[in-house]
């Protein structure tokens, strides 16, 4: 029985997560799109779903549900912001980012001294 209250619970919070998301992700949407105008025609012909968020009215809860977007979400958001700009994105689809700069050493090519000196 308590694991299936434990159950429950833990499907509750994940829509409840899910719930929030995608209010925040919306108010985000409607927010920046005001700010950058230019974004709507290619969401609509990419994220025809997305865009159609994009075009409603906007909320009272917008400002304080889109900052927290951002602030969670902060590589979404620049995702967003490069795509509505005409930017190329900031990571590609493995997570690394997609400018060249300079590689860290391999780990294994350092040489590492134990403290005794051996």
């Known amino acids: 029985m308590e694991r299936d209250h434990f159950r429950d619970m833990l499907r509750l919070t994940l829509v409840r997560a899910l719930a929030l998301y995608w209010l925040q992700f919306?108010?985000?949407?409607?927010?920046?799109?005001?700010a950058i105008p230019q974004?709507?025609?290619v969401l609509q012909n990419v994220y025809?779903?997305?865009?159609?968020?994009a075009v409603q009215p906007a909320q009272a809860t917008d400002p304080a549900l889109a900052g927290n977007f951002q602030a969670t979400y902060q590589p979404i958001a620049a995702e967003?912001?490069?795509?509505?700009l005409g930017l190329p994105p900031a990571r590609n689809r493995r997570g690394?980012?997609?400018t060249?700069?300079?590689?860290l050493p391999r780990t294994h090519s350092l040489k590492r001294t134990r403290p005794d000196g051996a």
């Open 39 to 41: 974004a709507l025609p």
């Open 26 to 34: 919306e108010a985000f949407i409607r927010s920046r799109t005001t």
């Open 96 to 98: 690394r980012r997609s």
């Open 100 to 103: 060249t700069s300079s590689p």
């Open 48 to 53: 025809p779903r997305v865009h159609a968020v």
């Open 80 to 84: 967003f912001i490069n795509l509505a």
